[in-house]
């Protein structure tokens, strides 16, 4: 029998809050029961992005891999669509615990997120003691410094370079300006149903004087996001959610965590200091860092080496905590 593809698929569905997450499980052909994986993605994903990269190889590594949209994003249900707003998604991701916890064929279970997916998985094992351990590939580590750096990308075409990028204080004016619009267009949804929504991406850098209206512009960021525009990935978000988005922050959940912890980063992804940050706040010693200089951020996404290498990593980490 091949390496590859050892696996089936099924279609899924688990309640959340009142509405129904759709997603996909990667079923290992082998005889179970099976350690069982969630998968979470970056800003804005949808499953069929970064999560299926990730869930397909660790099924073939023996893993019942489960990837699923969020609320108001893709086949799942929820209103106001297109929703950017993390603390709805860890409540989807506990939501996806409980239904695989009540699967009779899952011996445990595992979070992998991506992106912004790997903070919020490092939170949510933080106060979910169901889970056995957690990786964090290419983090969105969320406090106010990575926030601005997110704003600074925008405006900028390096925001790694301190000597041409914005000022903190206009990285804060720039910021409270989106936040007011978002307060507007919460605002208008209150009193007349009505969403605004914007891009989510587009290739145009904006200007300290103006700014794009996109949630994340600028060419670095479209170089990954555009092709997927054309695959059927909805490129829009609803601006009142910047209001839940900003205001969300990882530093407490990580630095509460207890549970094996695998945190895979390098000096080009996105807030390396952060990254180093909330992984030394990690009160366990049991938690581990590789550090990848020469792999950027949206290589972990979906490059097959970056993501063969990095599944490797997970699953040598999972391996010596069952």
Same mark, same amino acid.
């Given at each position: 029998?091949?390496?590859? %593809? ?49 869930? /397909?190889?660790?099924? +073939? ?7 699923? #949209?969020?609320? /108001?994003? %893709?086949?799942?249900?929820? *209103? ?17 615990? #409980?239904? &695989? ?15 912004? %997916? ?8 933080? =106060? ?42 206009? &990285? ?16 208008? =949804? ?14 145009? &850098? ?18 990954? =996001? ?16 910047? &209001? ?13 965590? /207890? ?7 390098? +000096? ?9 940050? *909330?992984?030394?706040?990690?009160? /366990? ?13 949206? *290589?972990?996404?979906? *490059? ?19």
């Amino acid at each position: 029998m091949g390496v590859h %593809g050892n696996y089936s698929v099924e279609k899924i569905e688990f309640p959340s809050h009142g509405e129904t997450c759709v997603g996909v499980s990667y079923i290992p052909k082998s005889s179970g029961p099976h350690p069982g994986v969630i998968l979470l993605g970056p800003y804005s994903f949808s499953k069929e992005q970064a999560p299926t990269q990730y869930a /397909t190889r660790l099924a +073939d590594e023996g893993y019942f891999s489960v990837v699923f #949209d969020p609320r /108001t994003v %893709g086949e799942s249900s929820g *209103q106001p669509r297109r929703m950017e707003n993390p603390k709805m998604k860890n409540e989807d991701l506990v939501a996806a615990i #409980d239904w &695989l916890s009540q699967r009779k064929d899952i011996s445990k279970i595992y979070l992998v997120g991506v992106c912004q %997916g790997g903070p919020e998985s490092l939170d949510v094992a933080s =106060y979910d003691d169901r889970v056995t351990a957690v990786a964090s590939i290419s983090g969105y580590y969320r406090d106010r410094e990575t926030d601005l750096f997110m704003i600074a990308a925008g405006v900028c075409a390096n925001p790694f370079d301190a000597d041409t990028a914005p000022s903190t204080e206009q &990285l804060e004016k720039l910021l409270e300006n989106r936040l007011q619009r978002a307060r507007d267009a919460k605002k208008k =949804y209150e009193e007349t149903g009505e969403v605004i929504y914007q891009p989510l991406v587009s290739p145009d &850098l904006g200007t300290i004087d103006k700014p794009s209206s996109a949630g994340l512009p600028g060419p670095l960021v479209y170089s990954w =996001y555009g092709p997927w525009t054309l695959k059927g990935w909805e490129n829009k978000y609803a601006i009142l959610s910047d &209001l839940d988005h900003f205001s969300y922050s990882t530093v407490d959940g990580v630095s509460k965590l /207890t549970k094996p912890a695998l945190v895979v980063h390098s +000096d080009t992804c996105m807030n390396s200091f952060a990254a180093k940050r *909330q992984f030394s706040s990690i009160p /366990t010693d049991d938690k581990k860092l590789i550090w990848e200089n020469g792999t950027n951020h949206f *290589q972990y996404y979906d *490059q097959p080496d970056v993501v063969d290498r990095t599944v490797g990593n997970i699953s040598d980490w999972f391996a010596i905590h069952k």
